[in-house]
């Protein structure tokens, strides 16, 4: 199958590249390389897909209208895995335009795509950020998710509903893929695990935010590639049975939003010593109030995800970290 996944070069598509290539798919990855962190991660990760022949890598954005599609007339896709996005809760409260740009204009022009070549399926990256201001725990996919807290959810609420009137008009088969805080090997230097593991080993001191009193749901990114590569096989069929009371796929379009996330949150003060375990360092901690935007718990609701799949992310967070750790340290050649 040609699939094309947006944001190859990011954290979770270079991941998901690398193991559908695996299993014997060929990949066309696109990824406009921002700046937003670190471009040399996102060059030393294409370079890595690049080494595989089924693999073809181009630079190219999202709100590039023409490159776009010129590129898709070339590798006419059958699946599209839609990754590319300005990331990040916090960011958006101080580069709002960069939210807009790509996720919502380059998430219509990859709309299009789909439309054009009637993909088989079309998955597009949501968050647990679409929970925003909800209490009622766990997550689920068939609660009402209408009180975003962060310009970032809110485009990322307005991407499900997008593609929601184009799975309803043109009959696109949409998975809406709503992740909890993915962490691993390759992972993003804007987040916690990199932040705290790169403050750590330098001897600084790391910034826990809400004096601590924060709850993740935190999802391995092999986890989280596994359950992807499962349900990129299901398509969601409009007129068909709901697989259980959970079940948020539409009553007029062939689209459902699916949490990946392991349902087990864990606190940000038990995350920084599985670190500490890892590093076997001891983290100098500065308690910090709670951040515009943030929400104190993610928690995801697995019912629907388990129901499709017969899976739901299990990695223990000691182990994942530890990974994580051991890769940041032979890649920066440190500790
Ligand atoms: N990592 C997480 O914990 C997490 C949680 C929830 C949702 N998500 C979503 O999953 C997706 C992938 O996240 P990630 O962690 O791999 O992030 P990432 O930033 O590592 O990857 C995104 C990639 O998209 C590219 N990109 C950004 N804007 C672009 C544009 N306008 N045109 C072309 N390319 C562009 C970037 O260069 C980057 O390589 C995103 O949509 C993100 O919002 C991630």
Redesign the pocket.
Known sequence: MRILI??A?????FHLAGRLLADGHEVVG?????S?YDVRL?AARFSILDEHHAFSGHK????DTGGLAALAERQVPEIIIH?????GVRYSLENPRAYI??NLV?TFNVMELAKTYDVRHFMV????SVYGANTTIPFAETDRADHPMTLYAAT?KAIEEMTHAYSHLWRIPTTALR????YGPWG?PD?ALFKFVDAMLNDQIIEVYNHGRMERDFTYIDDLVEAVARLMSLPPEHDVPKVGVRDSLSPVAPWRAVNIGGGQPTDLLAFVHAIEIALGREARINLMPMQAGDVPLTFADTALLTALIDYRPTTPLERGVAQFCEWYKIHFNVG
Do not use: H, N, P, W
């Not at 990256?125 to 647990?128: G, H, I, K």
């Open positions: 947006t944001g070069a990011g954290f979770i598509g696109i990824d406009g390389m921002t937003y996102k190219v954005m999202l709100e990754l590319a996005a300005q990331a740009d790509a380059g990256a949501s968050t647990s990322k992740f909890f805080t993915v993003r987040m």
